[in-house]
């Protein structure tokens, strides 16, 4: 089935540990994603890739790093992970620069840093 | 800043209609998004409007307004399973997608 996954479904961490978020996609998207959703706040842009090889900043992108190797996998890294990253974090795709350009997201990975 | 408005919270009565308002302020437009996400799942597309007018598709319609920075949701013959959070997206000049809040359509029998 065509889709998005992430892995793990949900995480406790402790502060200071390294934690590396994963991120799936089988429909040969260009663009990937990654968002973190807080209580009360919109979905805010951590980290973005348009295309293999190539990656940008989004609007929180302080205290993580991404990858993007291949076209399928785009991994999130908390280097040293801090309780205010606690949140649930959202991969997601689009067949940029397709003119719609619609995100679809995979199931989510809920973290929590204590 | 960029900014998107919309209701924190709505009620409404299994059957009826409803109308979930959005108003944004951005730096630059390329088109505008509506996703419904469901209580501990993901955001699922709903519609997308790039030209003013009304979208419809099926018991969801989505209208804009360019010039008034105003898009709408209108869901009609309200169903239980439409209890959900309805989230409203501008792509701004950089391509990128902002978020508003959300809002949480609450449907009452």
């Known amino acids: 089935i065509a889709g998005i996954t992430q892995a793990p479904t949900s995480q406790i961490l402790a502060a200071g540990r390294r934690m590396t978020l994963r991120c799936t996609q089988d429909m040969r998207h260009n663009a990937m994603y990654w968002y973190r959703q807080d209580l009360g706040l919109g979905l805010r842009l951590i980290h973005y890739s348009n295309t293999a090889g190539t990656t940008g900043k989004g609007e929180v992108p302080d205290g993580y790093s991404v990858s993007r190797a291949n076209t399928d996998d785009f991994p999130l890294t908390l280097a040293s992970a801090v309780p205010s990253q606690t949140s649930v974090y959202f991969c997601a795709s689009s067949d940029f620069p397709d003119s719609t350009d619609t995100q679809y997201f995979g199931p989510g990975t809920r973290l929590t840093v204590l | 800043g960029q900014n998107i408005d919309q209701p924190t919270e709505m009620t409404a009565t299994e059957g009826a209609i409803v109308q979930i308002n959005c108003t944004y302020q951005?730096?630059?437009?390329?088109?505008l998004f509506w996703y419904q996400q469901h209580a501990g799942e993901a955001p699922t597309f709903l519609s997308y409007n790039v030209l003013d007018g009304l979208e419809e598709k099926g018991r969801f319609s989505s209208f804009l307004s360019r010039s008034k920075g105003y898009s709408y949701l209108l869901l009609k013959e309200l169903q239980m399973k439409d209890s959900a959070s309805y989230l409203c997206a501008v792509r701004d000049s950089n391509y990128q997608l902002i978020w508003g809040a959300g809002t949480k359509l609450i449907i009452k029998p």
């Open positions: 951005t730096s630059g437009f390329n088109g």
